[in-house]
Nanobody, 121 residues
C-alpha cells in the first residue's frame, strides 16, 4: 500500500521560509516522478515543482522559480520542498504526489493528504 505523508506546513510571515517534507512508503521515490502541487481556496490544483527519477527538475508555477527548491533523499525515501521568500499568494494546501509525468494533477496516481501553508502579510 502506497502512502505519502506531508509535514512541515504552518503559518509564516511574508519573506519567511518553510521546508515541507514528503515521506513515502510502498514506493521508492528514486524510481518515480515526484511532484509538489498546491491548491488555494476556490482555485484549481496547481503544479509547483517536480523531480523525475533521473533527477531532472521541472518548475511549474512561474512565480516560485528561484524561491522554491525540490530535493530528494533516496536513503530516507523522502522528497522535500524548500520554500523561501514566501508571499501571501503562496498560501495554499500543498500536496505531494507520485506516479505522474507532467504538470497535470490528473495524471498523478498517488497523493498525500496535504499540508496547509499560510503566509501572512
Amino acid at each position: 500500500q502506497v502512502q505519502l505523508v506531508e509535514s512541515g506546513g504552518g503559518l509564516v510571515q511574508a519573506g519567511g521560509s518553510l521546508r515541507l517534507s514528503c515521506a513515502a512508503s510502498g514506493l521508492t521515490v528514486a524510481t518515480y516522478r515526484m511532484g509538489w502541487f498546491r491548491q488555494a481556496p476556490g482555485k484549481e490544483r496547481e503544479f509547483v515543482v517536480g523531480i523525475s527519477w533521473s533527477g531532472r527538475v521541472t518548475v511549474g508555477a512561474g512565480s516560485v522559480e528561484g524561491r522554491f527548491t525540490i530535493s530528494r533523499d533516496n536513503a530516507k525515501n523522502t522528497v522535500g520542498l524548500e520554500m523561501n521568500s514566501l508571499k501571501p499568494e503562496d498560501t495554499a494546501v500543498y500536496y505531494c504526489a507520485a506516479g505522474g509525468w507532467g504538470m497535470n494533477w490528473r495524471d498523478y496516481i498517488y497523493w498525500g493528504q496535504g499540508t496547509q501553508v499560510t503566509v501572512s502579510s
